[in-house]
C-alpha cells in the first residue's frame, strides 16, 4: 500500500508543475487504539485513544480499502473483521475529526453542504462543523490534543464563531465502520446570535468559506430535522456520520424518547410495504 501513497505524492507535484493547487499533505493522528473504563467512585465511563503520526497522503492511501492487492485481496479482506468493528491496524484508521451541530439562539440548525473543491466527499450534505485533527495546529507539547478546542477552532475557522458565543458538549465518540473514519460528535448552541446574525456575520468572511458550498438554517425540532434528513433531494447526499450527529443532537435537547418517538411515526408513513407498493424505499442506517 506504500506504492498507492506515493501515488498520491506525485500526483501533487504534477499538480503543482502545472501551476494548479498541489495537495497538502499535513500532519494528521491516526487511531491506534480505543480503551474504555470508568472511574474509581462515581464510575463514570472515562474514554482513552491511544494516537499515532501519521499524514493527509497516507489517509488518502487507507480509504482505498476495496482496491486489490498483488495477492488479488483488498486491505478489507485482509486486515478487517466485520465481527470485530473496533480491532484494525492503525495504518487503516488515519481518519480522526470531529463533528458538531450548531443551533443558533432562534432555534435553527446549521446544516453545510460541503464545496467541489475538498478532496475527501465533495458536495455532500455534512454537519455545521467539520474539522480534522492536525498534528501541527492541535498538539501543544507533550501534551494530548483537545477535542474540545479542535472543535472551538472549527467553529471559528468554518463560521466565525469565538469560544463564548456558545455553549459547547460532546455527545459521542464514533466510528464509520465502512470506512474506518473516527470522530467525536458536539452539540454547539449559540448564547445570542441567531440565524440572520450569524448569515451577517459570516457575510464579513469566513477562514474556510470555501470548504462549504451551501449552507441551511434548518426549525430545530424533531419533526423538521427528520424530515428534512429524509428528503428526496437529501436523503443519499449525507456524510456518512452526519444523521447520527443530528439525532444525539436532538436526543440531547429534546430526550430519547421523544426523538425515537417522533422518527419511528415519520419513517413508518413513509416505509413502503411490498404488498402496498412493489418496492421499498432506502434510508441511511435503515434496512432496505
Not at 454537519?127 to 501541527?136: I, Y
Not at 428526496?232 to 444523521?243: F, I, L, N, Q
Not at 419511528?264 to 413513509?270: A, D, G, N, P, S
Request: with cysteine; hydrophobic share 35%.
Amino acid at each position: 500500500m506504500t506504492g498507492w501513497r506515493d501515488e498520491t505524492a506525485e500526483e501533487s507535484e504534477r499538480l503543482r508543475a502545472e501551476g494548479g493547487a498541489p495537495l497538502w499533505n499535513g500532519p494528521r493522528y491516526a487511531v491506534d487504539s480505543l480503551d474504555v473504563s470508568r472511574t474509581a467512585l462515581e464510575e463514570k465511563s472515562e474514554v482513552h485513544l491511544r494516537l499515532r503520526p501519521t499524514d493527509y497522503c497516507t489517509f488518502l492511501a487507507a480509504r482505498q480499502l476495496d482496491r486489490r492487492l498483488p495477492d488479488g485481496t483488498t486491505p478489507r479482506s485482509r486486515y478487517l473483521d466485520p465481527d470485530e468493528p473496533s480491532k484494525a491496524p492503525s495504518f487503516l484508521q488515519c481518519g480522526l475529526g470531529v463533528n458538531a451541530a450548531v443551533v443558533t439562539a432562534d432555534d435553527m440548525l446549521v446544516v453545510t453542504r460541503r464545496g467541489d473543491r475538498v478532496r475527501t466527499a465533495p458536495g455532500v450534505w455534512n454537519s455545521s462543523v467539520n474539522e480534522g485533527l492536525s498534528r501541527h495546529i492541535d498538539s501543544s507539547g507533550r501534551n494530548a490534543s483537545d477535542l474540545h478546542a479542535v472543535t472551538r477552532r472549527g467553529m471559528r475557522e468554518g463560521l466565525s464563531l469565538e469560544f463564548h458565543a456558545y455553549s459547547l458538549d460532546l455527545l459521542a465518540l464514533v466510528l464509520d465502520v465502512d470506512g474506518r473514519g473516527w470522530g467525536a460528535h458536539f452539540h454547539a448552541r449559540l448564547k445570542d446570535l441567531g440565524s440572520t446574525g450569524l448569515k451577517t456575520r459570516m457575510s464579513r468572511g469566513v477562514a474556510d468559506r470555501w470548504e462549504h458550498r451551501t449552507i441551511d438554517f434548518v426549525p430545530f425540532r424533531p419533526a423538521t430535522v427528520v424530515r428534512y434528513l429524509l428528503r428526496e433531494d437529501r436523503v443519499h447526499r449525507w456524510a456518512v456520520t452526519a444523521p447520527t450527529l443530528f439525532h444525539l443532537a436532538l436526543v440531547h435537547a429534546f430526550g430519547r424518547s421523544t426523538v425515537e418517538r417522533v422518527e419511528t411515526r415519520i419513517l413508518r408513513r413513509l416505509w413502503c410495504t411490498p404488498a402496498s407498493c412493489g418496492h421499498r424505499r432506502s434510508f441511511p442506517g435503515h434496512p432496505s
